[in-house]
């Protein structure tokens, strides 16, 4: 985070901080739209998703707050992370500052922005959350997919973070 903080596009960090928070796909918040921002509510929508349907998402505090600020820094545009030389389009093709920032973090050389998105599914799982929970989070069609992009090695984790005490006092076999 550190190196997309100080990228020569300061829209990099906003980008994968919303990328890590919400599990959205890259086009879905390099595409987001102001009108798309409620402010009040702490919600993002994020319109014409790759399964068809709009989808709304809650952020934390937190990141309303950091798209507060971002909204003050820069030049009037509809786009939320608009280009850098011209505000009436979306800034889409940040793949070079993807890269600089991935070398500077030395992060591996074939991590994918579309990674992130695992990343957020690995870790809602680890969490506790439900493949459903990952469905819904990440705007997928089935669970089937949400099991995927969750990588199912992390579910025996939850074993260890139920509270099974009854068992183990209901006495030695």
Known sequence: MQACRVSDWKGLFILVNLLLLTGARR?????LRWENVDFKKGIITLVKTKNGSDHAVELPASAVKMLKEWKLSQPMSHWVLQHRNDPRKPMVNFDCYWQTAKKTAQ????LRVHD???SVASDMLADGFSL???KQTLNLKSV???????????????VTKRNTDHLANAGSL
């Open 116 to 118: 992130l998105r695992h």
């Open 132 to 134: 459903e929970d990952i």
């Open 107 to 110: 992060m591996p050389a074939g």
């Open 27 to 31: 086009n879905e918040i390099a595409r």
């Open 144 to 158: 089937m997919m949400a099991n995927r992009y969750a990588h199912a090695h992390n579910i025996k984790r939850t």
